[in-house]
């Protein structure tokens, strides 16, 4: 097994394809959803983040704008086989070093109440009440402080 990569892709890379066979495959079919039946509109304008080994993406993540200073950390999917080896910890990070470049202050995110415990050790706080997304229940999370990293605090590397 090769080391675990994480490299930006947008939706007119072959890695897209991946991109978005890892987020049905996770976020869809086990709701018995598809997201053939969603608007993906939004992907086009999104920073998406893959982690892949051996050439095959075996995660992803997305950051969408909302404002000058906001941005959403959207659609984190690992396929399971991979969940508890940090890839999805590695995901994050990679966002947030990127979002912290490009001066965003504050990432915020709808977790799947499941996924509450994984953003909080990655220091998210929940804001909002339970609420019901895709059919279960999401909380609104944040993390408006330690994106503001020095030069040496570096760590990650864009490939």
Same mark, same amino acid.
């Given at each position: 097994?090769?080391? %675990?990569?994480?490299? %930006?892709? *947008?939706? &007119?890379?072959?890695?897209?394809?991946?991109?978005?066979? +890892?987020?049905?495959?996770?976020? /869809?079919?086990?709701?018995?959803?598809?997201?053939? *039946?969603?608007?993906?509109?939004?992907?086009? *304008? #999104?920073? %998406? =983040? +893959? @982690?892949?080994? #051996?050439?095959?993406?075996?995660?992803?993540?997305?950051?969408?704008?909302?404002?000058?200073?906001?941005?959403k950390l !959207? $659609?984190? @999917?690992?396929?399971?086989?991979?969940?508890?080896?940090?890839?999805?910890?590695?995901?994050?990070?990679?966002?947030?070093?990127?979002?912290?470049? $490009?001066?965003?202050?504050?990432? &915020?995110?709808h977790a799947?109440?499941?996924?509450?415990? =994984?953003?909080?050790?990655?220091?998210?706080?929940? +804001?909002?009440?339970? =609420?019901?997304?895709?059919? %279960?229940?999401?909380? &609104?999370?944040?993390?408006? *402080?330690?994106?503001?990293?020095?030069?040496? $605090? !570096? /760590?990650?590397? =864009? &490939?």
């Amino acid at each position: 097994m090769s080391a %675990i990569t994480v490299h %930006i892709v *947008n939706i &007119v890379s072959p890695t897209y394809q991946q991109v978005w066979q +890892v987020r049905e495959e996770v976020l /869809r079919k086990p709701l018995g959803m598809s997201l053939k *039946n969603e608007d993906l509109g939004m992907d086009a *304008n #999104d920073t %998406i =983040f +893959v @982690a892949q080994t #051996d050439d095959k993406v075996i995660g992803c993540v997305m950051l969408h704008h909302l404002n000058a200073g906001l941005m959403k950390l !959207r $659609q984190m @999917a690992v396929y399971p086989e991979w969940q508890g080896k940090g890839v999805g910890k590695l995901l994050v990070q990679h966002a947030e070093e990127y979002a912290s470049e $490009q001066n965003y202050k504050k990432i &915020v995110l709808h977790a799947r109440m499941v996924a509450a415990d =994984f953003y909080s050790k990655l220091g998210y706080h929940i +804001v909002s009440n339970v =609420f019901t997304e895709v059919g %279960i229940p999401h909380v &609104v999370m944040q993390k408006d *402080n330690g994106l503001d990293l020095l030069p040496n $605090q !570096r /760590r990650c590397t =864009f &490939v």
